[in-house]
């Protein structure tokens, strides 16, 4: 068997020499001519697989270690016998920390109180549901949007486009992008959707790129519809509109899904599902998939005395920033926004909140414990 994969796709060096050949190559550049005597194609969301790189192929098997799939051209794939994976909710957990993250931050930044402010969750899927909790941690209240699941379930939990547009003083977006059909996605957040807000809400988008107009998101902040605005994702990623990044709160990288949790769950769910399909899962030995080392100083002692006298979202807020803070990550795409794919590529070690262990003071252990620190 052989195998081509993605030299980015972290934990996966030596995980499948037992069993195939194992071509790396960078995903953006995979051709082809790569892929003549291919079994299988290993990949993340820079390897475009539609016909122009599939057909006259040997590609039997797609696995993509990503929570999107919009990369797929699946119609083609089901039509030419070839099986595609993706890893639905691998990163739900790194997303719901960089949003946790950026509300902290901009709060904080702003003095603005989180508790009790309102935030409009559009998509609540993997990575939704776990933006929702913690809000509802940080003491938000909670406003759901996601029409697919609404008409499913019947749920009445859920509330339409128009009353977050009216009641939200944050909007955020975690929806896969779909070009058309009923619940199409793309520039979901559109002039229309812009000029339709009532309270000038902070917004924020970290699922794909185009489900936010970006020109019409820069028209939103010149005209002072918006209080500001953060990305992660971006139109024509990764040569991104720099007069937006101008006007933006926090502009990153599309690294919000990049833990190192993250990283090897997408990667471990490939390998499964690449072996299942090749038939090879029961001689596989799960312990070559490798785990994240754990961070150095993963401990914050928030009852010293230096601590004493800060508020209780500032003591949340450090210790959130301990595992992970947006500003550094801001920075970096500020200081040379050209590097975009290098800085994706090369992007620092990162725990989620589980990994790091916080000595706090009792009014704030029970908060940190719920978000999922390791609380001593």
Known sequence: MKIVADDKIPYLKGVLEPYAEVV??????????????????????????????????????????????????TEYCDSNGIVWTNAPGCNSGSVA?????????????????????????????????????????????????????????????????ETICREADFITCHVPLDHEGRFRTYHLADSSFFSSLARTPFFINSSRGEVADNSALKQALQQKQLCGAALDVWENEPDIDLELLDLLDYG????????ADGKATGTAMSVLALLRYFHQEKKFDRSSLREPSLPENRELDLTL????????????????????????????????????????????????????????????????ARLGFTVV
């Open 24 to 73: 790396y190559l960078p995903g953006g550049k995979i051709s082809r001519a790569d892929l003549i005597d291919a079994d299988a194609l290993l990949i993340r969301t820079r390897t475009r697989c539609d016909q122009h790189l599939l057909e006259g192929t040997a590609v039997r098997f797609i696995a993509s270690a990503t929570i999107g799939f919009d990369h797929i051209d």
């Open 252 to 259: 990153t990288p599309h690294i919000a899904g990049y833990s």
């Open 305 to 368: 005395p230096e601590y004493h006298f800060l508020p209780d979202p500032e003591l949340i807020r450090r210790a959130v920033c301990l595992s992970y803070d947006i500003t550094a990550d801001d920075s970096r795409l500020r200081a040379a926004p050209s590097d975009f794919e290098k800085q994706r590529g090369d992007y620092p070690f990162r725990r989620e909140f589980s990994a790091w262990r916080i000595k706090a003071p009792e009014r704030v252990a029970a908060i940190l």
């Open 97 to 161: 920390q960089y949003i946790t993250s950026l509300l902290l931050n901009y709060a904080g930044r702003n003095g603005r109180s989180l508790k009790g402010s309102t935030i409009g969750i559009i998509g609540v899927g993997n990575v939704g549901s776990k933006v929702a909790r913690n809000a509802e941690i940080l003491g938000m209240r909670v406003l759901l949007n996601d029409p697919p699941r609404a008409e499913k379930e019947e749920n009445n939990s859920f509330v339409p486009l």
